[in-house]
C-alpha cells in the first residue's frame, strides 16, 4: 500500500519546495507532482521534513547511577529499552545511532518488528580504559566490573583489537571509544585525554579495515586533537572545543555531534533524578560551554550533528535539544544537522533526505518550522510520522 502525501512544504534535507511525496513499498517513488496513492494526506498548511536522526542515544541508559545499567539484568534494560526507542519513534526519530550500548538481539527484535523503534544502529558497549569514563566502579569500592552493558574496560592496544572485531563480529555500526573524562563517571578528571596514541590508532585501524569509522567521547580541545590525530571521525559532545581544535576538525573531515540537551536537563532536573554531586559539578565545568563550540564548530565549516544523550527519565526531553541547537545556529543548519548531516555521518545515502530512491522515513509538521521553531519540540502540537512507508502509532 502506498502513501501519498500532498500540498506540503518540503523541507528535502537542504532547502525547502512545495508539492508532494509518494512512498510506494517503503521508498520515495516520486517528489514534487506526483500520482495519487491509495492513501492520501493532504499537507496543506503543514511542513514535510525528512525522518529525525538523533545520533547519540543510548537505548539501555535507563539511569544516570553507571552501575544500574551496567551491572543490572539485561532483560530488564532491554524492555525499558524497547519503551524508550518506541517513544523516540513517536516524536519523529526514524533513525537513532546508539553509541554505548545494544546489541544484536535487541536489533533483531526490531528489524523482526517485535517492538516499535526507530532504525536502530548500534556500537555495542563503549570501550574505556581503566578508571576512564566507561569505568563505572567508584573509588572506594573493591569490585569486579570489567564488562557492562554500555562499557567494557579495555586495556592495551591487542586487547582493543580483539574486543573492535567481536563487535563488528556481532553487527556493531561503529565503534565508541571514551577519550576524555566525564560527567557521570566517578573517579576520572573530565578534561584529560584518555587512551594512549597507539590504542586509539590501533581501534581506527581496525575499523576502517571493517569499511567502518570510530566516535570518541571527548570534551576538551587536547583530548580532541588526541582523537582525530589518531584516526577519529566523529567527536561527541565536544563542548569545550576552541578555533583551533574547530579548524583541526574541518581540515580532518571529523564530524562534532553536539548533545546540548543532556547538559541542560541534568542541570535543570539533577535533583529530581538523583544525580550525584560529583557529576552536578561536572556537569557545571561544560554546561554554557557547548552553545559556543556549535558556533566555533559552524564558522570553522566542521559538518555538525545532533544528539541527546539522555539518561534515565531525562529522556522525554529529547525534542528540546533541537531548540537548543536552533538557538546556538539556526533553524535551517539544526534541520540539517538532524537529517542530512546525520546521515553522512552514519554513511547511509538513503536516508535524512526526501528524494526519489531514499527510504520512506518522513515527519509531518504542524506549520512552518522557519516562521514557528516550537512546531519541532512541541509535543502538544499535531505531528505526523511516517517509517518505510508506514504512519507509526
Not at 75 to 103: C, E, N, P, Q
Not at 110 to 119: A, V
Request: charged share 20%; with cysteine.
Amino acid at each position: 500500500m502506498g502513501i501519498t502525501i500532498t500540498n506540503a512544504v518540503i523541507f528535502d534535507g537542504t532547502d525547502f519546495t512545495e508539492g508532494g511525496v509518494r512512498i510506494i513499498g517503503g521508498e520515495i517513488a516520486e517528489v514534487g507532482q506526483v500520482s495519487v496513492g491509495e492513501k492520501v494526506i493532504d499537507a496543506a498548511g503543514r511542513t514535510l521534513v525528512p525522518g529525525l536522526i538523533d545520533a547519540h542515544f543510548h537505548a539501555y541508559g535507563i539511569s544516570v547511577h553507571n552501575l544500574e545499567f551496567e551491572a543490572g539484568p539485561l532483560s530488564y534494560l532491554a524492555l525499558k529499552g524497547a519503551r524508550r526507542l518506541g517513544r523516540a519513534l513517536r516524536r519523529g526519530f526514524t533513525t537513532v545511532r546508539d553509541v554505548a550500548g545494544g546489541d544484536i538481539g535487541l536489533s533483531r527484535a526490531i528489524t523482526e518488528g517485535l517492538i516499535d523503534s526507530p532504525r536502530y544502529l548500534y556500537t555495542g558497549p563503549a570501550l574505556s580504559q581503566t578508571g576512564g569514563h566507561g569505568d563505572a566502579r567508584p573509588a572506594d569500592l573493591d569490585i569486579c566490573l570489567h564488562g557492562g552493558h554500555m562499557n567494557e574496560v579495555v586495556d592495551g592496544v591487542d586487547a582493543l583489537r580483539t574486543a573492535v572485531r567481536e563487535r563488528f563480529r556481532t553487527g556493531a555500526h561503529a565503534i565508541k571509544l571514551m577519550t576524555s573524562g566525564g560527567v557521570v563517571s566517578p573517579t576520572d578528571p573530565l578534561t584529560r585525554p584518555q587512551y594512549s596514541a597507539e590504542e586509539i590508532a590501533a581501534v581506527c585501524a581496525e575499523a576502517a579495515r571493517r569499511g567502518s569509522y570510530v566516535a570518541a567521547h571527548a570534551y576538551s580541545p587536547e583530548a580532541i586533537r588526541h582523537s582525530i590525530a589518531n584516526g577519529v571521525r566523529s567527536i561527541e559532545h565536544g563542548n569545550l572545543l576552541d578555533d583551533a581544535t574547530a579548524t583541526l576538525m574541518a581540515e580532518a573531515g571529523a564530524y562534532l555531534v553536539p548533545t546540548l540537551i543532556a547538559y541542560d536537563a541534568m542541570d535543570r532536573r539533577g535533583d529530581a533524578i538523583g544525580l550525584p554531586a560529583v557529576s552536578r559539578s561536572k556537569n557545571r565545568e561544560v554546561l554554557d560551554a557547548g552553545r559556543h563550540a556549535v558556533e566555533l564548530a559552524h564558522a570553522a565549516g566542521v559538518a555538525v550533528g545532533f544528539g541527546s544523550d539522555l539518561m534515565g527519565d531525562l529522556e522525554d526531553d529529547q525534542l528540546l535539544g533541537l531548540r537548543l541547537q536552533i538557538e546556538a545556529s539556526s533553524v535551517l543548519d539544526t534541520l540539517r544537522s538532524a537529517t542530512t548531516v546525520n546521515a553522512k555521518l552514519l554513511r547511509r545515502t538513503d536516508l535524512g533526505v526526501i528524494r526519489p530512491g531514499a527510504r520512506g522515513d518522513l515527519l509531518l509538521l504542524d506549520g512552518d518550522p522557519v516562521a514557528d521553531p516550537a512546531v519541532l519540540w512541541d509535543e502538544s502540537r499535531p505531528r505526523t510520522v511516517i517509517q518505510g512507508g508506514a504512519i507509526a502509532t
